[in-house]
């Protein structure tokens, strides 16, 4: 990418994370703020740019999913993190969340409380779409599209096809989250909505299905990355457990006001 000049903008600064993020024994042990500035460049189109949420990019949806994958993906190091924000951004719109599809994105990520005040440390990073490679896996419920991968964790779009279901399963060695992007899911066979995400302890077993007519996707984080034999399904008669001690709401209603919240508390 050349010329950034032939681009439309969609940039959202200043955006606040408390999270797991360091190297240094008390960094895997107490939360500290990250503080990101993404810009987002769109192929232009004169006449018909941001007409609609489908056209451009919905900024309370990606401010939901960089909280996200930073809370749960307890990166080690500004660097990996920043790689895996950028390859979600630049990954191929969930099916059931139109968005336009952007041409690059410049990141910026920056530790304020590293280094106690002497200097801030940050980290800029420039990927374009054309740089990354996406794996798909056909699985057993559905499709997986693999987004990202380093020691840390991996970084997944689970895609759940018309009227299928991810069977009650649990996992015995991997941290695993789960943020739901779009309404018409059921959870524990329940209604769950866009924007409600969940970090399963393990052994906590957890099943999805989907009754509607569409596509419908979760972003999923597992730490480290996921290996099939961790996967442990069920018996689909068990009695299912509440989920509500591991949910939080990263975008859609009142999601705003929790992570001021979160950041205030």
């Known amino acids: 990418m050349n010329d950034l000049n032939q681009y439309d903008v969609v940039s959202l600064n200043d955006l606040q994370v408390e999270c797991l993020v360091g190297i240094y024994a ?7 703020p990250l503080v990101i500035n993404c810009d987002i460049y769109l192929d232009r189109r004169p006449g018909k740019f941001g007409d609609a949420l489908a056209t451009t990019i919905d900024y309370e949806v990606l401010a939901g999913e960089i909280r996200f994958i930073l809370c749960e993906g307890q990166f080690r190091l500004l660097e990996t993190a920043a790689e895996a924000l950028c390859s979600a951004i630049l990954g191929p719109p969930a099916p059931d969340r139109s968005r336009k599809a952007p041409a690059a994105v410049t990141l910026t990520l920056r530790k304020p409380q590293a280094l106690a005040g002497v200097a801030v440390p940050a980290v800029t990073i420039h990927r374009t779409r054309d740089e990354l490679t996406f794996t798909e896996e056909k699985n057993y419920f559905g499709r997986a599209l693999i987004l990202h991968e380093n020691r840390d964790c991996g970084v997944y779009r689970l895609c759940i096809p018309p009227g ?37 302890p393990h052994g906590f077993v957890h099943t999805y299905s989907n009754p509607t007519d569409k596509e419908r996707s979760v972003l999923c984080i597992n730490r480290p990355i996921f290996f099939l034999e961790d996967e442990q ?10 989920v509500e001690p591991f949910r939080a709401r990263y975008f859609g209603a009142d999601s705003r006001l929790e992570a001021v919240e979160e950041l205030s508390a």
């Open 26 to 32: 008390q960094e895997r042990i107490d939360q500290q």
């Open 164 to 200: 299928g279901a991810i069977p009650p399963h649990m996992h015995g060695t991997l941290g695993e989250a789960e943020l739901v992007m779009s309404d018409g899911l059921l959870l524990q066979g329940e209604p769950i909505s866009a924007g409600l995400g969940h970090a399963w």
């Open 233 to 242: 399904l069920v018996d689909p008669s068990a009695p299912l457990q509440d």
